[in-house]
């Protein structure tokens, strides 16, 4: 699990939509858009001993750049030498669960009649309905579009549910090895609680298995957890998310 997501933000730093730092430590990266997924930090493996000093060299000179940044930990790359500087700082964590099933068969979608679930490439719609369903700003859908676009579909590939042929919500795999990583599960406000999050969570998961995946990985929000345990997802660790944010 903490590989395939720490390798999907490598991948990230070493586009052209960013400004990777240059630590071999941590994947970090940076950019002038006041969006906390363009300034990230993950994937923090620091020498014993310098856990707190290291944590207070990047989370101060991100605070000092004044934009919204996100620090993304799993277990093997926080410690609580990590966590007490960043919450000394004001930037406590958001738990999060780390969940992992077994993929081992065929999962029912449970489609309903009138929906429609099919492989997207990275269109401008997929991307606005993953941002609606998120709640992120309009000015991220471009640079998030670009960004997305990056990646071959061999290594991320996303799904789109319509409704009556509109796009309502949308669901991405990032695959490492034989794991699949289920990211991007939205869907927009007025199509919520009709088991579209749990359809197109089991078409991905579908997919991935044709694709040579054994395992599926994802991290659940508070809404989307139980979904995610219907589908035979367990939690195994915690993935917590430190956001910064500058006083208006």
């Given at each position: 699990?903490e590989?395939n997501?720490?390798?999907q933000f490598?991948?990230?730093?070493g586009t ?6 240059p630590d ?5 990266f940076?950019r002038?858009l006041?969006?906390p ?6 994937g ?5 001993g310098?856990?707190?000093?290291r ?6 000179g991100?605070?000092a750049r ?18 007490a500087?960043?919450r ?14 077994r993929?081992?068969g ?5 489609l ?7 492989l997207?490439?990275?269109t ?11 709640g ?5 859908v471009?640079p ?6 990056d ?13 009556g ?22 869907t ?5 609680r009709q ?12 997919l991935?298995?044709?694709?040579g995946?054994?395992?599926a990985?994802l991290?659940a929000?508070e ?5 995610y345990?219907?589908?035979g997802?367990?939690e195994v660790?915690?993935t ?8 208006p």
């Amino acid at each position: 699990m903490e590989e395939n997501l720490i390798a999907q933000f490598r991948l990230l730093a070493g586009t052209e939509h960013v400004e990777a730092l240059p630590d071999d430590d941590v994947v970090a990266f940076t950019r002038d858009l006041a969006f906390p997924l363009f300034n990230a930090i993950c994937g923090a493996r620091f020498a014993a001993g310098s856990e707190a000093r290291r944590t207070a060299e990047l989370v101060d000179g991100y605070v000092a750049r004044g934009l919204p940044f996100l620090w993304w930990a799993t277990p093997s790359t926080m410690t609580p030498e990590m966590d007490a500087v960043l919450r000394e700082r004001g930037i406590d964590p958001r738990p999060e669960p780390g969940m992992h099933v077994r993929l081992a068969g065929p999962v029912d979608a449970r489609l309903r009649a009138g929906v429609d679930i099919s492989l997207s490439p990275v269109t401008e719609e997929l991307v606005a309905v993953m941002a609606s369903g998120f709640g992120f700003p309009d000015f991220v859908v471009e640079p998030l579009r670009l960004a997305l676009a990056d990646f071959g579909p061999d290594v991320l590939f996303h799904v789109v549910a319509r409704v009556g042929g509109e796009a309502v919500s949308t669901g991405s795999v990032f695959v490492t090895g034989r794991t699949a990583g289920v990211y991007n599960i939205a869907t927009v406000e007025p199509a919520r609680r009709q088991g579209l999050g749990y359809a197109v969570t089991a078409t991905l998961m579908n997919l991935a298995q044709r694709r040579g995946c054994t395992e599926a990985v994802l991290m659940a929000s508070e809404m989307g957890r139980p979904t995610y345990e219907r589908l035979g997802f367990v939690e195994v660790c915690q993935t917590p998310q430190y956001m910064w944010v500058p006083s208006p």
